[in-house]
């Protein structure tokens, strides 16, 4: 039997950046420290920091008033912010820079009164935090199946953005029918798919050329993981 290894693999730049100021902040400020949501969605690194003293949560009620809290890598919205302020929190925000990109996308459009519409997936946490830039304009899109009923208050100012984590190819396909419908539609200058997303997915498409098993070794729960799956199950 023949292993190829794909290249590149691994942990991208954000998530690196993540756990490292995980570890910075249990170095410097002891345990308890509180996570809101998986850091990353990595099963291994979530035991692994559980060990060291994290406590994960999914809601900042249950993080003692005062306490100090971490953000995960796939950012958060105004409302958790605003909540975290007023329990007086001491917050370590190690969202993705890319996804702060978009964040910052949603707002700049969003005060010039476009409608937003965002790819991606709906209930992750990453679309939720986007999502909470301009809730009254933006509206998520799992599939081009759900065009038909699109509507938009002007057809002349609509923007999309995307989930950094998904699918290339899945995501140009609804891009392009959004652009059949609305014809002056804006994106971004530069794609939202993070670049290390896209180096992988064109990895995995090349092995799967002429592998006969394609092994994904990641979480179940990781977006990343999963459009890996989906891509090598293609070919």
């Known amino acids: 039997m023949e292993l190829f290894l794909a290249q590149p693999r691994g942990f991208c730049a954000g998530v690196t950046r993540a756990i490292e100021t ?13 996570i809101r949501h998986s850091i990353v969605h990595n099963q291994h690194v979530i035991d692994e920091f559980k060990k060291k003293g994290a406590i994960f949560v ?3 009620q249950d993080v003692p008033k005062g306490s ?11 409302a958790v912010r605003k909540e ?6 001491k917050v370590v925000d190690a969202t993705c820079p890319l996804v702060s990109k978009v964040h910052l996308e949603a707002i700049r459009y969003a005060k010039q ?3 937003i519409i965002l790819v991606g997936h709906k209930g992750h946490v990453e679309v939720e935090g986007t999502a909470g830039e301009a809730p009254d304009q933006t509206i998520i899109m799992e599939s081009k199946d759900e065009l038909a009923g699109l509507k938009v208050i002007d057809p002349a100012k609509v923007i999309v953005l995307t989930q950094t984590t998904l699918s290339i190819d899945d995501t140009q396909e609804i891009i392009g ?3 059949k419908k609305f014809p ?3 994106e971004p200058p530069k794609g939202d798919i993070c670049d290390a997303t896209q180096n992988r997915q064109d990895a995995v498409k090349y092995l799967a050329e002429f ?10 729960s990781s977006s990343n993981s999963n459009q890996l799956k989906e891509v090598a199950s293609k070919k």
Do not use: W
Not at 22 to 34: C, D, I, Q, T, W
Not at 68 to 78: D, E, L, M, N
């Open 113 to 115: 009164g476009y409608s």
């Open 68 to 78: 100090r809290v971490i953000f995960s890598a796939h950012g958060i919205s105004p």
């Open 211 to 220: 592998c006969d098993l394609v092994l994904v070794v990641g979480d179940p």
């Open 22 to 34: 995980v570890n910075f902040a249990l170095e410097k400020f002891g345990s308890p420290v509180y």
């Open 58 to 60: 999914e809601t900042l």
């Open 84 to 89: 975290a302020e007023a329990r007086n929190l």
């Open 177 to 179: 029918a959004l652009k």
């Open 184 to 186: 002056q539609l804006i």
